[in-house]
C-alpha cells in the first residue's frame, strides 16, 4: 500500500526536536514526524516536550503528513517553555562575546539563568545577566543582543544574591527534571494525623466575613472578650501589644481557660507568654510548637491562625495576631489606611461541629509538642543577613494609597439556606481539595497571595502552579493573580511564567498583602493561611476553609477587585525595589535603610 493511499491514524506521545528532525515519543520508542507543511512543523517544534496528539499515516519510523490533533483540556500536560531550555546551555557557557563583556564588570554580576524580558503582557525569553544593584546594559557594555540571542541586565532578589553561580542549578533542574532524582521529595517530619478527627464538610449558618486591615482588629476584639468558658487558638505570629493586652485583661478578669501552642520565634513573643501566664496562672497552658530539628512535626513552620472559643464559635484568618496583621485603626475617615496594616481575609463562623473540627486539631497539636518536648533543643538556623532598602520606597508607598471608605463586617446565612463549608489542613487535605477546585473551575479563578514560589519538584505543589496554568491558558476564562510586590521574588514571577503563567494575568500590588485567598466562578471562596510555597501546601500546619456560597464569594471579590484596579500594577523585568544585602560591620549608605531579613519577606 502506497503512503498516500494508506490509513490516517492517531498518535500520542512528546514531541522532541533533536538534529533538526522532529520526532514523537512514547513509552521508549521514537518516531519521526514528516510534513510538507512547515506551519505544522513549527507547531510541533513550539511544543517540545509536551505531550501531543498527531494524525498521519505511518510508514517505518515515521509518521507521513503528520499534523496536530489537540488534546482535550484536561490532558493537556503543561510543560516548561521550550525557548528556556534552549537557553539553558547558553547559561550555563555563555558565548565569547558576553564573557568579554563581563569581564570587566564581575564586580557586579551575580550569574546568568535563562528567563524573560517582561513588559506588562510580553514575555520574552532572553539570557538573563542578574547583577547586584540596579544598572542598564548600557553602563555595563552588555550587548542587548548576540546573534538571534536575546540579553537582558536584571537586578538578582537577595536569595539570588546568595545563591550566585549555584542558582543555574535550579533553573536547571525547574526546565530539565534533572537532578531531582537526588533531591529530598519529602521532608522528615514526624506527623502523623489524628485518628477521632475528621475534615468532614458541613452546613452551617452564622458566617461573619470581614477584612484587614480595615476591620480586623475591631471584629477579633469582641469576639475574644466574649469569652465565657474557653480560649483554644493555634497562631504563628502574637505580639500585637493589643491584643496582649487584652488576653491579659481577660485572663484577670474571669476564671476561663486558655489553651495556646504557638510558633515562639521572636523575643516579644517570649515576653508575651510570660505576661500571660501571670495573669491566666493555672488556668492558661501554653507550648511552643516543633518545628525544628529531626523531631519536628512540621517542616518548618506552625502557620496557622485559629482561635476557637468556648467550644462553639471560632476565627479562622489569613492573618497573625501580630501589628501589621491586625492594627489598630483609628475612626473616622482613613484615606491611607493601607499604610496601617495587610491586606487580610478574616471570617467568624459560630457553628459547634465546625468548632469542634478545629478545637481537636489544635489540642491534637498541643499533645503532640508537649510531648514531645523533652526530645532536646531544636536545632537553630543560621541567620539570614539583613537587606538594604532605599528611604524613598517607604515614602512613596504611603503616599500612593488612597481608600475612600473601609470595607464593612458582613453576615451571611443567619437563617434560611446554610452554607457548605469545608475545613482544609495542611499537611492533611489541603492540595488534593484545591486542586480539585482550581481544576473545576469554568468561569473565572481569582487568587490573591502574599507570594507565590517557584515549584522545586513533580510534586503536590507542582500541580497546582500547572492547575493554574492550564486555567490561565484556557480560552474565555477570568483568570487573575495578585501578590505582594515585596514578597514575591522576580526569579518566582519567571519561574512560573516558565511553567505556562500568562504575565497579562499577574499583578503585583503595592501595598501589603498577606492574604491566601482564591475565589472561583463567583460561587466559592477559599480562606485561610496556606501559603503557596512547596512547604506552606503540603508540610507546615495550616488551615482553610473552602466556603460554597456566592454571596460571601461577592463579598470578597468586591475587595479583590478593589485591589486589582486600583492597588496593583503589571509585573516587569525591572521590579520597583530590589533589596540589596547588606555587608556586615560595614556602615548603611546614605539614602538607604537597613532592615531586617523577615521583615521584607515571609518565607513560611
Keep these: 500500500m502506497s503512503p498516500a493511499s494508506a490509513i490516517a491514524k492517531q ?67 503543561i510543560g516548561p517553555d521550550p525557548d528556556l531550555v534552549e537557553l539553558l546551555p547558553l547559561a550555563q557557557n555563555p558565548p565569547a562575546p558576553l564573557k568579554e563583556a563581563l569581564a570587566s564588570v564581575r564586580e557586579h554580576i551575580v550569574g546568568i539563568r535563562p528567563g524573560y524580558r517582561l513588559s506588562g503582557a510580553t514575555a520574552e525569553p532572553a539570557l538573563v545577566v542578574l547583577t547586584r544593584g540596579l544598572f542598564t546594559a548600557d553602563q555595563l557594555h552588555i550587548p542587548r543582543t548576540i546573534g538571534e540571542t536575546r540579553i537582558d541586565v536584571q537586578p538578582a532578589d537577595p536569595q539570588e544574591q546568595l545563591q550566585g553561580p549555584a542558582l543555574l542549578s535550579y533553573w536547571t533542574q525547574l526546565l530539565t527534571g534533572a537532578g531531582e532524582e537526588a533531591a529530598e521529595v519529602a521532608p522528615a517530619i514526624k506527623y502523623q494525623p489524628p485518628k477521632d478527627f475528621h475534615l468532614d464538610e458541613c452546613k452551617v449558618h452564622n458566617i461573619l466575613c470581614h477584612v484587614g486591615p480595615d476591620a480586623g482588629w475591631k471584629t477579633l476584639e469582641p469576639f475574644l472578650d466574649a469569652t465565657a468558658e474557653r480560649l483554644t487558638v493555634a497562631m504563628y505570629d502574637f505580639d500585637a501589644p493589643q491584643i496582649v493586652e487584652a488576653m491579659v485583661a481577660l485572663g484577670r478578669k474571669n476564671d476561663c481557660q486558655f489553651q495556646l501552642i504557638l510558633q515562639e520565634d521572636k523575643t516579644e513573643e517570649t515576653e508575651a507568654v510570660a505576661d500571660l501566664k501571670k495573669a491566666w496562672r493555672a488556668r492558661f497552658a501554653y507550648t511552643p510548637a516543633l518545628v525544628h530539628g529531626p523531631d519536628r512535626i512540621f517542616n518548618n513552620s506552625f502557620h496557622t491562625k485559629v482561635a476557637v472559643r468556648d467550644g462553639n464559635a471560632f476565627w479562622l484568618s489569613s492573618g497573625n495576631w501580630s501589628p501589621h496583621s491586625q492594627p489598630i485603626v483609628p475612626e473616622g475617615p482613613q484615606p491611607t489606611i493601607y499604610r496601617l496594616g495587610n491586606r487580610e481575609w478574616h471570617v467568624v463562623i459560630r457553628d459547634q461541629q465546625l468548632a469542634a473540627i478545629f478545637e481537636g486539631f489544635i489540642r491534637f497539636d498541643f499533645d503532640t509538642a508537649k510531648a514531645a518536648e523533652a526530645g532536646g533543643e531544636e536545632a537553630a538556623e543560621a541567620p539570614m543577613p539583613d537587606l538594604l532598602v532605599p528611604e524613598s520606597f517607604f515614602a512613596e508607598e504611603e503616599a500612593a494609597v488612597v481608600q475612600p471608605a473601609p470595607f464593612e463586617p458582613q453576615e451571611f446565612a443567619t437563617s434560611g439556606e446554610a452554607v457548605r463549608v469545608q475545613p482544609l489542613m495542611t499537611p492533611d487535605n489541603y492540595p488534593d481539595a484545591i486542586l480539585e477546585l482550581i481544576e473545576g473551575a469554568e468561569e473565572s479563578l481569582w487568587m490573591q497571595y502574599a507570594y507565590i514560589r517557584g515549584p522545586k519538584l513533580s510534586d503536590k505543589y507542582m500541580s497546582l502552579v500547572k492547575a493554574v496554568a492550564k486555567q490561565m491558558q484556557s480560552k474565555n476564562k477570568d483568570v487573575r493573580v495578585i501578590i505582594d510586590r515585596r514578597n514575591e521574588k522576580p526569579a518566582d514571577i519567571q519561574a512560573l511564567i516558565a511553567l505556562g503563567w500568562e504575565p497579562e494575568k499577574i499583578r503585583l500590588q503595592r501595598t501589603a498583602v498577606h492574604n491566601k485567598g482564591i475565589l472561583i466562578d463567583s460561587q466559592i471562596a477559599v480562606v485561610g493561611s496556606q501559603n503557596w510555597s512547596p512547604d506552606g501546601t503540603q508540610y507546615n500546619r495550616d488551615a482553610s476553609l473552602i466556603l460554597r456560597s456566592p454571596q460571601i464569594a461577592k463579598y470578597f471579590a468586591k475587595v479583590f477587585e478593589f485591589d486589582w484596579n486600583n492597588l496593583a500594577a503589571p509585573v516587569s523585568s525591572v521590579p520597583e525595589i530590589t533589596p540589596v544585602i547588606a555587608t556586615e560591620g560595614v556602615p548603611t549608605p546614605r539614602g538607604m535603610v537597613r532592615i531586617p531579613w523577615n521583615s521584607w519577606y515571609q518565607e513560611s
Excluded at 528532525?21 to 521514537?30: D, N, V
Excluded at 512543523?41 to 509536551?50: D, Y
Design 11 to 77: 498518535f500520542v506521545g512528546k514531541v522532541v526536536v533533536e538534529g533538526g528532525r522532529t520526532f514523537l515519543e512514547s513509552g521508549g520508542i521514537r518516531v519521526e514526524l514528516v510534513t510538507d507543511d512547515p506551519a505544522s512543523i513549527r507547531e510541533l517544534e513550539r511544543l517540545r516536550g509536551v505531550p501531543v496528539r498527531i494524525t498521519g499515516q505511518q510508514e517505518g519510523a515515521r509518521i507521513l503528513r503528520a499534523r496536530m490533533v489537540p488534546l482535550p483540556e484536561s490532558a493537556a500536560e
